[in-house]
């Protein structure tokens, strides 16, 4: 006997069968329960999520021998429904509309449907790619949906729904598929495994899954092909060698090395992914799809897993969605470059290239040699500077430390970390500070800017060393509160004066709170 593929062994042969479309089969289940039946169903949904699956087994069931009336749970046994799923009945008339677009072929049908079926209880027409029909043959098709016999039901299954009139749109209950969550495919392809005995491991299936893109049948397909290149085992490896998909966790490292701006680091970790030959167009699919994850956990604070947490405290939210556009213009501009692996290279050379990271590491090595130069030019203008700046700072307390906070130039970066941060010692040339450890690490970059502004205060290096701890006095929160307790004094002062009272009541209006702002 001839091997059958999976997507065709394993096809839903009853409601209960069908997966990830609670939604359409239960408003089915309720209308044949109900015998309130719609003379004319739209399936519409991307590709392999079960339109023409679901249609059969509707014609199973309204002609299905097992009751006197239509039944949701077709026997899979009379004559009339093994003959419809074998393609055999006469009073189930599947049509390709791809390849009968013609208005000659839709007339020649509505001629055969005055004529009653023949076994059945219903005669039921399914169109498959309705979409596709000429506008003379949905023209046709017209009154004879508005007003069909009592024995014809039309089903249409189309993956382009916005193509059909929508005069033949208004004639029909349109039942919209969803995609199928990866968690539902893989449960799935675990039960057809065992059925079918072959050993696999959970890393593979959610590659597969990952790869289907919500599509059963495109899943059962590539399930196919591992099982065929893995000689009836499934494993991780030969599984990401067939797809071309690469270990998530090299990803995960190379999108880390652009947050901290380490282009050198960042290049180590592509040749090491270059090592599996991979296709690029998957690798940036991957950048894109976990960019995507980081951007959701910053928002909503959902993800479960820990590598997407870190990398989400780590980012910025806005560099964020600049790397998701960088990575997106490179992915849509990918086919028509000549070198899949220079497209890469080149998005990866954006990324790095607006990293505000890599900014102030530039930033800092050009400051750095113009105060060299003008050192050497101004040697005793530079030194009682300094003398003057190291007198006018004494760090005893968190006072102290907010003051020279605000004294001192630091990027917007620098002053997001170090002023989230209370003083707890300065000693010996060590300054310690205490953290929140929610914050994560100080990044080098920013921790080398913080330290160059610092020792140029003092005249002479100075460690930072770090605790992590409750902070409840940082120069951000300060700042926080005072801006605070400035807007509340700002409308009270405008809620109590008289004038404004009596202007506001002249003309019956009112004061929006969030419009009241201090005098700077």
Not at 2 to 13: D, I
Not at 242 to 266: C, F, P, R
Not at 291 to 305: F, G, R, V, Y
Request: glycine share 4%.
């Amino acid at each position: 006997m001839s091997y059958e593929v999976l997507a065709r062994k394993y096809r839903p042969k009853s409601f209960k069968e069908v997966i990830g479309q609670k939604h359409v089969v239960q408003a089915l289940i309720n209308s044949i329960e109900q015998e309130k039946v719609h003379q004319a169903y739209i399936f519409s949904g991307t590709r392999g999520v079960g339109k023409t699956t679901i249609a059969r087994i509707l014609a199973k069931c309204l002609n299905c021998e097992s009751s006197d009336k239509p039944t949701p749970n077709p026997c899979n046994k009379c004559s009339n429904t093994m003959e419809i799923s074998l393609g055999r009945s006469v009073d189930f008339l599947e049509i390709d509309a791809a390849s009968n677009t013609q208005v000659e072929k839709v007339r020649e049908l509505i001629e055969t449907v005055e004529y009653k079926p023949a076994k059945g209880r219903y005669k039921i027409y399914l169109i498959d790619e309705v979409h596709m029909l000429s506008k003379a043959s949905f023209n046709a098709l017209l009154k004879t949906l508005e007003e069909p016999p009592p024995h014809v039901i039309f089903l249409f299954a189309t993956t382009n729904p916005e193509n059909i009139p929508k005069t033949v749109q208004s004639r029909c209950l349109q039942l919209n598929l969803k995609t199928v969550s990866d968690e539902l495919l893989i449960d799935h392809f675990k039960k057809i495994l065992k059925n079918e005995k072959i050993k696999h491991d959970e890393e593979s299936l959610i590659m597969i899954a990952n790869s289907a893109n919500g599509s059963v049948r495109d899943g059962l397909t590539l399930l196919d092909q591992a099982i065929a290149y893995g000689n009836g085992m499934l494993s991780k490896d030969d599984v990401g060698n067939l797809l071309g998909t690469i270990d998530n966790s090299l990803v995960l490292e190379l999108i880390e090395s652009v947050i901290e701006g380490d282009a050198k680091k960042a290049f180590n970790i592509l040749a090491k992914i270059e090592e599996l030959s991979p296709e690029y167009d998957v690798i940036l699919q991957n950048l894109i799809s976990i960019l995507h994850k980081i951007s959701l956990e910053q928002a909503l604070n959902n993800s479960s897993d820990e590598d997407i947490k870190n990398l989400a405290v780590k980012i910025d939210q806005e560099f964020c969605q600049l790397l998701y556009e960088i990575c997106l213009n490179a992915f849509s501009k990918f086919d028509v470059h000549p070198s899949p692996k220079e497209s890469l290279e080149i998005c990866l050379l954006r990324m790095l290239t607006f990293n505000p990271l890599q900014k102030l590491s530039e930033s800092s090595v050009k400051n750095g040699s113009d105060i060299a130069q003008k050192k050497n030019l101004n040697t005793e203008k530079k030194e009682e500077t300094v003398i003057k700046k190291e007198n006018s700072f004494h760090l005893k307390d968190n006072n102290d430390w907010v003051r020279f906070f605000h004294s001192i130039e630091l990027s917007p970066f620098a002053r997001n970390y170090f002023g989230n941060m209370s003083f707890i010692d300065f000693n010996d040339n060590k300054l310690t500070l205490m953290s929140d450890s929610s914050a994560g690490e100080v990044p080098e970059n920013i921790e080398s800017e913080f330290k160059s502004a610092i020792s140029s205060v003092f005249n002479k290096d100075i460690e930072i060393n770090y605790e992590n701890g409750n902070v409840n006095e940082s120069p951000i929160i300060l700042e926080n509160k005072k801006m605070e307790d400035n807007i509340n004094n700002a409308q009270s002062n405008i809620n109590n004066d008289e004038s404004i009272k009596s202007f506001v009541k002249k003309f019956k209006g009112s004061i929006k709170k969030d419009s009241i702002k201090p005098l700077k």
